[in-house]
């Protein structure tokens, strides 16, 4: 057993989840790599490290550490060395080198029992002073805070963050009530504070845990689209959730809405149980719509001059539902443009922007997704941004953390007459509001969507809720056009809507069925079609070509399907690396999409020569990229996004990543692709239903292909069951 003391030089690897760390420790006789599971340490810090030596076969000799000590760093330059490491933050190696010179041997006692002596030093204020001494008796706290925590088998990267939020309190916090850990630290749900409550040896029937759980449980609704839960819904989750006996939550209830977490309203009909946010999110959102929502007094002679010369000099022919939507839009502060594809919506939008611009007015485009953003750049000539940029989406420092800001505000709202708003079946009530907050009285709002699209991802049904409250102008696009008319994904589409059978005989250009009725057998069929019938086919990459099934779990679901996909599409080389993380494998050259809205990562825009042309954050759930290279050094991994917008994920991010050769239906909402496929065996009635298919169906730009049951396939045209989400947004518009 080999007894080595030394200074931690450099960390080259740390799995924050189970603490095992590589580090080079270094002392007189030189430099050896050390590996073992530390709780915490920091580079520049003094060990006393006993254990055996190794032979790594790639790395070589290891010394593979079984128990350390750490130690007060003895000699000056020990010391020098552990305070300009960056284990103090703003302490770097010129101040630290300054203060070892002045105080020599004595400078630990000087920190620590008389730090205001540290401003004799040139470049340190007093503050500065105090700062760097309570840091240094910090890290001693923090050690020990991350021992106890360990205890009840929380991970040192979430014991960092707690301890970072509570400080020494934490104890106290752990002790009397871990659930309020799920309020106040990012990252922590309900159920890790539950695990930890029970190591303590909190009793299940603890308030704190029941009014946590009721938290807990319309956060969950919230996740899945609902703003709000009627109380019995909410009694009857909570009980599943805590598995124990709730007969009346009424008090509990009460108690959190006097906390301010919740929000109790009676109607006729029931009692409905809001988060508090979503609550007041979508009060002042219908407040917003409906100051918006003024009526521009235009003479109807005026408007026809201007439509017609428009339509002779940008060669565009406008139909009577056209027309009346172009007139709307001048007349109305909101507008809601809607209408299934191949119906004129594009045609529609341009002849606004012709309106608009010959008036001399300011007019901004923009889209939920990149994707669709670059479409409508496509369709108009003009240039479209995502809603996110548009509002200039950033983040500003927030003493030593960050939050997320929006550029544009109520403060700094858009600088814009008109503003018009695609794919508005995925914006979700947040978005919604933050878009209305950085909107100025006297601003048009043209919202263009298709109505009997898939709901957002996130909480809401704003576009659903827009049309039901009649509070605005709506104009429905329903004639399908002559050139449209002669695409069947169109048609078949519409059919689709209508609740038509579609005739399956493979006569189509451009819609096929290509009936099975084995699981193994449709994926087969599937990698045929990618490999070797659709790129040709419709001129493209088959990385262009999309999967898109109905379930995430299943023979045919999401999961299972990546795993085979990528074995076959991007099967392993030696000069591919890769990262193995959870129970996922990423690859370079696999395609990936962001699960998970992350509005800090970072994101530039190089050219070839490595020159950066731009850069900003934010990446958003549902973005697909290509996995462009794997740093284990670094611990990174670096995906091209739409734009050739390039984000590098380190390793511990990975979980926001997902394989993306095949997707959900639901994720691929605002997106097109030349070619699809989807594959279709029998599902769970709630999921299986028209929306869902018609929304498949219609991401297809040239091609539609699916595999599977036929009857299936019938049965979701017939099915319109689909699962209504708790919103009141039009109810709150019409109270106004």
Not at 199 to 224: E, K, M, P, W
Not at 353 to 366: P, V, W, Y
Not at 457 to 466: I, R
Request: a negative charge.
């Amino acid at each position: 057993m080999e007894l080595i003391k030394g200074y931690v030089d450099h960390i080259v690897y740390r799995n924050e989840d189970n603490g095992y760390t590589v580090f080079h420790l270094t002392n007189d006789d030189g430099e050896l790599t050390c590996v073992g599971t530390f709780p915490y340490i920091g580079e520049g810090e003094m060990l006393e490290v006993s254990g055996e030596y190794i032979t790594h076969n790639v790395y070589g000799m290891q010394l593979q550490v079984s128990s350390y000590e750490e130690l007060e760093p003895e000699d000056l330059v020990s010391i020098e060395r552990y305070l300009g490491s960056g284990a103090i933050k703003g302490l770097g190696a010129v101040l630290a080198g300054r203060i070892v010179r002045k105080f020599k041997g004595d400078t630990f006692r000087i920190i620590e029992e008389e730090p205001e002596r540290l401003a004799e030093v040139q470049g340190i204020s007093e503050r500065k002073a105090r700062e760097i001494s309570q840091q240094v008796e910090e890290k001693k706290d923090m050690r020990k805070a991350m021992i106890y925590l360990q205890k009840y088998g929380i991970t040192l990267n979430l014991s960092a963050k707690i301890y970072e939020h509570y400080g020494q309190s934490v104890y106290r916090v752990m002790e009397e009530n871990p659930y309020q850990i799920a309020d106040h630290v990012p990252g922590v749900g309900f159920k890790t504070a539950d695990e930890i409550a029970r190591r303590i040896g909190i009793h299940t029937n603890s308030d704190y845990r029941i009014r946590s759980g009721i938290v807990y449980v319309l956060l969950q609704a919230v996740a899945d689209g609902h703003i709000y839960l009627p109380e019995e819904e909410v009694l009857y989750r909570s009980q599943n959730l805590l598995e124990i006996e709730l007969p009346d939550i009424s008090n509990h209830l009460l108690d959190l809405s006097m906390e301010k977490k919740i929000v109790i309203k009676q109607t006729d009909a029931e009692k409905r149980i809001y988060p508090a946010q979503y609550y007041y999110m979508e009060l002042s959102t219908a407040q917003m719509l409906h100051d918006l929502n003024v009526q521009y007094e235009i003479a109807d002679a005026a408007i026809e001059h201007r439509l017609c010369a428009i339509e002779k000099n940008a060669e565009l022919e406008l139909d009577d539902r056209q027309r009346q939507a172009v007139i709307a839009s001048v007349r109305n502060g909101v507008l809601i443009l809607t209408g299934g594809p191949g119906t004129g919506k594009t045609t529609t939008i341009n002849a606004m922007i012709h309106f608009f611009e010959s008036e001399g007015m300011d007019i901004f485009l923009a889209a939920p997704t990149g994707r669709a953003a670059k479409r409508m750049t496509e369709a108009t000539g003009y240039e479209a941004r995502t809603i996110h940029r548009m509002l200039e989406l950033g983040y500003v420092p927030e003493g030593d953390d960050s939050r997320m800001h929006y550029g544009r505000n109520e403060g700094n709202p858009l600088e814009a007459d008109v503003i018009i708003i695609d794919e508005m079946s995925m914006v979700d009530l947040p978005l919604m509001n933050v878009l209305l907050r950085a909107i100025s009285m006297g601003t048009r709002l043209i919202l263009v969507g298709d109505k009997d699209q898939l709901p957002s991802v996130g909480p809401g049904s704003v576009l659903k809720d827009l049309i039901e409250s009649e509070s605005f102008s709506v104009v429905t696009l329903n004639k399908i056009f002559r050139q449209a008319q002669q695409s069947d994904i169109v048609v078949n589409a519409h059919k689709i809507n209508r609740g038509e059978e579609v005739v399956l005989d493979n006569k189509s250009q451009d819609f096929f069925f290509l009936k099975r009725q084995d699981a193994n057998v449709i994926i087969s069929v599937i990698l045929t079609l990618i490999q070797k019938k659709l790129p040709k086919y419709v001129d493209t990459d088959m990385s262009e070509i999309q999967v898109l099934t109905p379930m995430r779990k299943g023979l045919l679901g999401v999961e299972r399907l990546n795993t085979i996909l990528q074995q076959y599409l991007n099967p392993p080389d030696n000069k591919k690396a890769e990262k193995e993380y959870g129970d996922k494998l990423f690859r370079v050259g696999d395609k990936v999409m962001q699960i998970k809205n992350n509005y800090q990562l970072e994101w530039e825009i190089a050219t070839k020569y490595g020159l950066v042309v731009d850069k900003g954050v934010g990446v958003f759930n549902g973005d697909i990229g290509r996995i462009t290279d794997i740093n284990t050094y670094a611990e990174t991994v670096e995906v091209e996004f739409e734009e050739k917008k390039k984000i590098r994920y380190p390793f511990q991010m990975l979980d926001e990543l997902e394989l993306a050769y095949a997707v959900t239906i639901h994720k691929s909402q605002g997106s097109e692709y030349p070619a699809v496929i989807i594959p279709l065996l029998q599902g769970p009635r709630q999921l299986y239903h028209r929306n869902l298919i018609y929304t498949a169906v219609t991401r297809a730009r040239k091609c539609v292909t699916l595999v599977g049951s036929d009857t299936t396939f019938q049965e979701m045209i017939c099915n319109t069951n689909e699962q209504n989400r708790y919103t009141s947004l039009a109810e709150r518009i019409q109270e106004l």
